[in-house]
């Protein structure tokens, strides 16, 4: 055997085991779902008028609990209702007058790499807008046929309890207990998995009393990996 052939040789085979670790690896991480929702997913807080995010952000936190790839596209204060259609995020930004902007669900399906959506909008529908909690089951189908339409499997993500408190009602707290509960029975009648958040514990909100402390996202997380 010459050196040449001897050289093309360890090539060949440093080539086939580069393939060989590429694809051990992508079995070890399949994808556990793209999220799509509100700040529960998005991991923001505010400090005063100021949004901050978590690092980890909640995502991120699924998939080091699960050991799956998952990717976050979730935005703050985002409602289901825009996330179907797109256009403007009306309560996205802490600042009136500065809202963002969301491509429509079936659009980002096209650029989504992995083959799990998870549908997590819902906090915002039911607790900051007048939404009937008929017309939010309808806006859950939509979704979860948009995501089948584009060859996904769609999951629908519960929503975060919260604690009472000055800044939220009575109705805004019975409301999210409702449009949850609603979220489960949908999930059902279309056959899908709900990612179910109350058995994540009590309840942890930090200073702006709307969201979750890093702990209590942490516990979510946890839960949410157990049922992926």
Request: proline share 6%; glycine share 12%; hydrophobic share 40%.
């Amino acid at each position: 055997m010459t050196v040449e052939t001897a050289l093309a040789i360890v090539a060949i085979l440093g080539v086939l085991a580069m393939i060989f670790a590429h694809a051990h690896h992508d079995r070890q991480t399949p994808y556990g779902g793209t999220f799509y929702g509100d700040s529960s997913t998005f991991g923001g807080y505010f400090v005063g008028d100021v949004l901050h995010r978590y690092d980890p952000d909640p995502v991120s936190m699924v998939a080091q609990a699960s050991g799956r790839a998952c990717i976050n596209r979730a935005r703050n204060g985002l409602k289901l209702s825009e996330l179907l259609v797109g256009g403007t995020i009306a309560l996205e930004s802490p600042t009136l007058g500065e809202p963002g902007t969301v491509e429509p669900f079936s659009e980002q399906l096209k650029s989504d790499p992995s083959p799990v959506v998870v549908i997590g909008c819902g906090v915002v529908d039911a607790m900051f807008s007048g939404i009937t909690i008929t017309e939010h089951a309808q806006n859950l189908r939509t979704a979860a046929g948009v995501a089948l339409a584009a060859g996904k499997l769609p999951m629908l993500r519960g929503l975060n309890r919260f604690t009472p408190c000055p800044a939220l009602s009575a109705d805004q707290l019975a409301r999210r207990d409702a449009f949850d509960q609603m979220t489960r029975l949908v999930a059902g009648e279309q056959g899908l998995t709900f990612l179910g958040i109350d058995g994540a514990g009590e309840p942890d909100i930090c200073g702006d009393s709307l969201h979750p402390t890093a702990g209590y996202h942490q516990r979510i997380a946890r839960h949410i990996a157990a049922q992926l």
